[in-house]
Every structure is written in C-alpha cells, then in structure tokens.
C-alpha cells in the first residue's frame, strides 16, 4: 500500500512509528487489483497509474524486502533470481481469468485444501472475509456484480486447473 503512491512521502519506518497518513494524498502510481504470495513465488495484478509505475513499484518493494530480509537475517546479496515478468493485459476476458489463476494458485500447489483459508492472498477480501484495503477490489468484482458469482467464478476452475498441474508435472518429468 505504501509503495503504490508517489512520493513525496516520509520513510516508511518513520511513517509506522508515528502512524503518518499524509502520504496517502500523493497520487497512486499503481492499483494492486489481486495478489498472491506463494513460498516461493509471488504474483501480482497490478494497473498502472502513470508511465513506469510498475517498474518503479517494482523496484521499490523489491529493493525494500531485500533490505529487511537481508538486515534481520544478517547477510548481503540479492534474494530475487532475475527480474519480474509483466505481461499486459489485453482484454476485460484475460484481466478477469488472470486474477482466477491467481487466486487459484495455493490450491492447486496444494498448499490448502480449502481456498478461503488462505492467509497470503487477496481472495478473501474479495469475498469479503477481510478487508485489508491493499486491493482495489472493485477493477475485478465490477464484472461479476457481487463477490458471490466472483466466488463461482473461481469454484468452477479449481478442479480443471488442479488437473492441468498435475499433467504439467507428469510432463516435466515423468519418471518423478
């Protein structure tokens, strides 16, 4: 959230130590519409507010986890194998059945048995379980009307997409 706005803004240790808001009047230069934080991958649906602010909400966030981690877990040296993948988003069809695999992804990776139960993903505010604020929700849910029919939505690819990973990696590597 902090890193979805411009600057000027204070530092973000600042800003959490002393419950600073003013920084919410600069512009967005994203809106995160869903995300996913896997263990060993992430993904994010994100719009662009102004030309680059991907790449700079990118850098930010990366360069910033990377100084935590790192700080907290005494070493040096990058966390992070190359650089993101962006792939644009060409049509209302591909932003809604992008935000599906999204969510869908800790199910089919077996990381739950039941979706909603997962903590590091925006579907549970999209069904309303909690409300982060992180997401602006309303980019996906305004196709479905409520977050019920976005629940169908998702429900009725889990099996399918569940299926298509296990071809996947019987493909990969079939004597595994």
Known sequence: YYYSHG????????????????FEKNPKIINLACYCLMP????LLIKQQ????????????LDSYTRYY????????HLFQ???????????EQLLHISRYIHINPYVSNLVKILEEFEFSSYRDFLGI???NFCN????LESFGNSDKYKEFVDDHID???????????LIDPEE
């Not at 190359?82 to 209302?92: L, N, Q, R």
């Open 40 to 43: 060993n991958h992430f993904h």
């Open 70 to 77: 790192n700080t907290k877990h005494r070493r040096v040296g």
């Open 82 to 92: 190359g650089t993101f993948k962006a792939v644009p988003i060409e049509t209302d």
């Open 137 to 140: 929700k309303e980019l996906i």
């Open 130 to 132: 909690t409300n982060t």
């Open 160 to 170: 399918y997409a569940q299926t298509i990973e296990r071809i996947k990696h019987a």
């Open 7 to 22: 600057n000027p803004k204070p530092k973000f240790s600042t800003l959490k130590r002393f419950k600073l808001v003013e």
């Open 50 to 61: 102004i030309d680059g602010g991907i790449q700079t909400f990118m850098r930010k966030i």
